[in-house]
């Protein structure tokens, strides 16, 4: 028996091992690395919604079940950034490990290195359908705030002196037939309305009989009849892209990837030990934790692409543009790669 399992190991790391003679990764050792990327890239990315979300809704915090119509659009785009963001980091690091020159089959190299990684294309996938099947959220993010701003008025009519608006940080003067309270986002600015309207997508307000102080450096006091804010960020995924489009675009932008990586000369990398034996220990990690940020570059630049484009709601084929971005982030990380190998060949150790 024991003797079968040695033999079954000494077959499976033979069929591990590339025509280099290193040995290439097995799809577990992929899946591993996928898996604790991915919440980290993920969750900055959540992070960085929570927070726009705190600063255009200042309330936010007192009304929690209010927000699940604008939490799952940052849910979805957490994934859908981070898998893009943890599918560059781990594809590039497996080439710059391996960096394979070719199959025993005869293989082209890089045929041999886009099959070496193939099962990251599962695993996108399978983020990716994930991602599309969470609710869309609310599809008039607008009119929601607007029945928010009804309802508080509304309030009036039972006797109520002053009503807050949940979300918004402002609160409705019965008395004065106005809304009150200060700036979202700016918090030393007070205004004051007397109607207050959203657009649909959340992308512009109208105001009417407006009154805005603000006592910094300077005194200012401002009125006017009508005043509109365009310009914001929506909260709703572009309706331009249905969860099938949306998930086409998105694959299409990580195989664009995979494809672009697989195709460029990769230079195998010696290990961080072999490199620099005497090396601190803490160097190693912060060199390993630097290239790792290095690496992840192109999938982030296609994330921020593809994000800055849907908020504009650009047309299927203007995301080729992201890709575009990408590509060119990937030619000056393999530059990197070539030019300063002592930085990669840290990440051996990470």
Known sequence: ????????????????????????????RLARDFALIL???????????LVRLGRQFPAAAASPALLVPFLLPVLALALEAGVLVAFSTVHLRQLLRAAPAGSASG???ALA??????????????????????????EHPGAFANDLVHTARGSCEAGAQVV???????????AAGRIEGPMPGVRSVQVAMRELTF???????????????????????????????????????????????????????????????????????????????????????????????????PGAV????????????AQPLVYASAGLLGLLALGLVRLLAWRVPRIFSSFSSF
């Not at 296609?302 to 709601?313: K, M, N």
């Open 1 to 28: 028996m024991a003797s079968f399992w040695s033999k079954l190991a000494y077959f499976g790391y033979n069929r591990e091992m590339s025509t280099s003679g290193r040995p290439s990764a097995p799809a577990g």
């Open 39 to 49: 919440p980290i890239a993920a969750l900055g990315v959540g992070v960085l919604g």
């Open 107 to 109: 293989l082209p190299a």
């Open 113 to 138: 290195r886009a099959r070496a990684t193939l099962p990251l294309l599962a695993l996108l996938a399978l983020v990716l359908g994930a991602a599309e099947l969470i609710p869309r959220g609310t």
């Open 164 to 174: 807050p608006v949940p979300l918004l940080g402002l609160n409705v003067s019965c």
């Open 199 to 297: 657009s649909d997508d959340l992308r512009r307000v109208d105001i009417v009989g407006l009154e805005l102080s603000a006592a910094r450096a300077l005194r200012v006091h401002l009125v006017a009849g009508r005043a509109r804010i365009a310009g914001l960020a929506p909260w709703s995924r572009s309706p331009r892209l249905g969860p099938l489009g949306r998930f086409a675009v998105l694959a299409s932008l990580g195989v664009a990837l995979w494809l672009a990586a697989a195709a460029l000369s990769w230079r195998s990398l010696p290990s961080s030990s072999d490199d620099a034996p005497g090396e601190p220990r803490w160097r190693r990690r912060a060199l390993g934790w630097l290239a790792s940020v290095l690496l992840a570059v």
């Open 302 to 313: 296609v994330a921020a692409g593809f994000i800055s484009l849907d908020q504009e709601r």
